[in-house]
């Protein structure tokens, strides 16, 4: 059964950094593609950012060139490295498998103001 859990969110000012962890048990990290996925207040939950269990990475154009995603797979972990914060990277940040339905974690909180 697969399990997710996001850590590492708080409050941050424009301009400052914050590093998300995805913690997943269930799940066997040497082939599967993970993401980042994030949800604004009133929008939808929208992907941004992927790293293949190769560790080939894609990132959406607003995230680009600020946040790095990696990986551990003998720690069955994920890290989004945030850069460069600001205010519209507001939301929640949430992990998850891509192209296999998986259940979701509770989210970690990410907000950026002064």
């Known amino acids: 059964q697969v399990h997710i859990v996001e850590s590492g969110g708080g409050l941050v000012q424009p301009g400052g950094s914050l590093r998300l962890s995805c913690a997943a048990s269930?799940?066997?990290?040497?082939?599967?593609?993970m993401g980042w996925y994030r949800q604004a207040p009133g929008k939808q939950r929208d992907l941004f950012a992927h790293i293949m269990h190769s560790g080939q990475t894609t990132y959406a154009n607003a995230v680009k060139g600020r946040f790095t995603i990696s990986r551990d797979n003998a720690k069955n972990t994920m890290y989004l490295q945030m850069n460069s914060l600001k205010p519209e990277d507001t939301a929640v940040y949430y992990c998850?498998?891509?192209?296999?339905?998986?259940?979701w974690g509770q989210g970690t909180q990410v907000t950026v103001s002064s």
């Open positions: 998850n498998i891509i192209g296999v339905p998986a259940p």
């Open positions: 269930g799940i066997d990290w040497n082939v599967v593609t």
